[in-house]
């Protein structure tokens, strides 16, 4: 590669020439307390971080910049820190979904704006990560993303428990009489041991994978847990790095490829990962100008099968994951099905990347010859009642649900199915289908994660614990069972399901990719003709914008002004 030299940086148009202007950004780097040998003839690696101290998941990203800026120093670089929206997943309403793209637009004119030359984004928490990288992308610098790495496991009674997954667990099964308010409360108190995203393979594991596996992480970076000694010191290689990414003017475009995208959809495959990463990564792939879209998931889903047995579709966490060797291990053992050729922030190729990596242990990461599921983590249906898609996670789904007819429960909104669904005379059967409009984009509105509807009170007794479940929502990562998701198009712009009516008779079948609503197209016909659109739920700020400009689940619910890959200008200085 042709090196770059200092006056070719950014940052030179700031602070290397001899005019008003650059004295004035000089003197106030001054008033900081910098001086001209901490920038002159040195690349400015902006870091954006993440961090908040409502945000668990990041608790440890304030101490882990001053982990990268050593790197940078080390390698010649100016660091400097950036805060950014932080998207607490466990406390932000109505949906973290809803300010994606408010992230992925702060990350894009932070960079934009500022005088930097390359960008270290420290993230991890379910959308931090694709926000990041949709506004890196967009701008188009230097950029190396930085995983903050899942908890460590949790503990109850002798027991691992699992965040998330172990929370839908026992809520049921405390709704259905059989563990006690101290019970619960223990296990509150045992669940979330350290700092740290998910350990479970939810969906902030599951983009730090796929973040990995694109090239634009460090290999074997997305695997470390949080706590662990061994992050710290990533943080440090990785600003490192990135201070010779910009010497090589190594930008994400010379890395994100088709081959790059469909080795990342190839290891979500393999990982079991979540539902939600098929809207990130067509958001992703969109800015980068690939075309990406369900179907492409759906295709690579029948040739890459499940090998990772982590929670909710295997039996493991993701502390064990990295202690059988992590994704590059995983990565090996996919080898043939990988494009090994793809570059990345190393300036080395995939394969040289994970030469050498090895199973540990191969109950946790199996083989091409002995999967813990044969197809892969999502399966993309389509039918009268969602014409352009949906998907469903088969390996976290009771089998016998894979092909079922069933009558249709059906719900308008959250409130709506949260007072039926407890009630001890609701007429249902395990049979029954639930449905739940009015979750989409603009319905939710962002899309909440109501997906995984709970199961009725009345049937809890029975023994019952998971039934097919439809909506045009989101579940977590972390949730697990026959729940059928993203419906599109959505219900509050006038799709199919915003016409299911409670008996109506709805068929699935997996293995077919096919989902059908059993009502005749002149019924449903005169059903649109008496439906009248609901009334925007924001009537002014950011939600307003957000509804007017969305896109639809199967198109990566990006903003429509954020898309394309028109070149914007560099700022002027004046």
């Given at each position: 590669m042709t090196r770059k030299k200092p006056e070719d940086l950014r940052s030179h148009r700031w602070l290397g020439v001899s005019d008003m202007r650059s004295f004035g950004h000089r003197s106030r780097l001054r008033q900081i307390g910098y001086d001209a040998e901490d920038w002159t003839g040195k690349p400015v690696i902006g870091i954006i971080n993440t961090w908040s101290e409502i945000n668990p998941c990041h608790a440890h990203l304030?101490?882990?910049?001053?982990?990268?800026?050593?790197?940078?120093?080390q390698a010649g670089g100016f660091p400097i820190e950036l805060p950014a929206i932080s998207l607490s997943e466990t406390f932000v309403k109505p949906s973290t979904m809803l300010y994606r793209n408010l992230l992925a637009m702060e990350t894009e004119e932070l960079l934009r704006s500022h005088p930097l030359d390359g960008a270290v984004l420290m993230g991890?928490?379910?959308?931090?990560?694709?926000?990041?990288i949709m506004g890196a992308i967009s701008m188009g610098i230097p950029a190396i993303y930085i995983p903050a790495g899942p908890m460590l496991r949790g503990n109850w009674e002798g027991k691992y428990l699992g965040s998330g997954s172990d929370v839908w667990k026992y809520w049921t099964e405390k709704r259905a009489g059989n563990i006690t308010d101290d019970d619960w409360n223990e296990i509150e108190g045992g669940i979330a041991r350290s700092f740290g995203t998910c350990m479970?393979?939810?969906?902030?594991a599951t983009m730090m994978a796929i973040t990995e596996a694109l090239g634009l992480a460090l290999p074997g970076s997305s695997s470390i847990p949080a706590a662990d000694s061994n992050h710290p010191r990533?943080?440090?290689?990785?600003?490192?790095?990135?201070?010779?990414?910009?010497?090589?003017?190594?930008?994400?475009?010379?890395?994100?490829?088709?081959?790059?995208?469909?080795?990342?959809?190839?290891?979500?495959?393999?990982?079991?990962?979540?539902?939600?990463?098929?809207?990130?990564?067509?958001?992703?792939?969109?800015r980068a100008g690939i075309p990406v879209d369900m179907e492409t998931f759906d295709r690579l889903s029948r040739q890459i099968p499940v090998l990772a047995n982590v929670r909710p579709s295997g039996k493991y966490l993701m502390e064990d994951f990295f202690y059988a060797g992590g994704l590059r291990a995983m990565m090996r053992n996919l080898g043939e099905k990988l494009d090994l050729s793809c570059l990345t922030v190393t300036g080395k190729t995939v394969g040289e990347n994970i030469e050498g990596a090895k199973v540990h242990l191969p109950d946790v990461i199996h083989s091409l010859n002995d999967p813990i599921y044969a197809e892969g983590a999502t399966a993309v249906l389509k039918g009268n009642l969602a014409p352009n898609g949906c998907v469903i996670k088969p390996a976290a789904a009771d089998p016998r649900f894979l092909k079922h007819r069933g009558?249709?429960?059906?719900?308008?909104?959250?409130?709506?199915m949260m007072h039926e669904i407890e009630r001890d005379d609701l007429d249902v059967t395990p049979d029954h289908i639930l449905v739940l409009k009015n979750a989409g984009p603009k319905g939710g509105p962002g899309m909440p994660e109501w997906g995984m509807l709970p199961i009725p009170k009345r049937l809890l007794g029975q023994g019952?614990?998971?039934?097919?479940?439809?909506?045009?929502?989101?579940?977590?990562?972390?949730?697990?069972?026959?729940?059928?998701?993203?419906?599109?198009?959505?219900?509050?712009?006038?799709?199919?399901?915003?016409?299911?009516?409670?008996?109506?008779?709805?068929?699935?079948d997996v293995d077919r990719r096919m989902i059908h609503l059993h009502v005749s197209d002149a019924e449903l016909?005169?059903?649109?003709?008496?439906?009248?659109?609901?009334?925007?739920k924001y009537p002014r700020g950011y939600g307003a914008m957000f509804s007017e400009h969305i896109g639809q689940a199967d198109q990566g619910c990006d903003l429509d002004f954020l898309q394309g890959k028109a070149a914007m200008p560099e700022p002027e200085i004046h």
């Open positions: 304030r101490v882990r910049a001053e982990n990268v800026k050593r790197g940078v120093l991890g928490c379910d959308k931090t990560t694709p926000g990041l479970v393979m939810g969906t902030a990533m943080c440090g290689a990785a600003g490192r790095r990135i201070v010779e990414m910009v010497w090589e003017d190594l930008t994400p475009d010379k890395i994100l490829t088709a081959a790059a995208f469909d080795n990342a959809i190839k290891v979500h495959m393999a990982m079991g990962g979540s539902t939600n990463a098929i809207i990130h990564v067509v958001a992703m792939a969109r009558k249709a429960i059906a719900f308008e909104n959250y409130d709506h019952v614990r998971d039934m097919i479940r439809i909506s045009d929502g989101r579940m977590s990562g972390t949730s697990y069972g026959a729940c059928i998701l993203h419906v599109a198009p959505e219900s509050f712009v006038g799709g199919p399901l915003a016409f299911v009516q409670t008996g109506d008779e709805i068929e699935i016909a005169r059903r649109k003709a008496a439906w009248t659109q609901p009334a925007p």
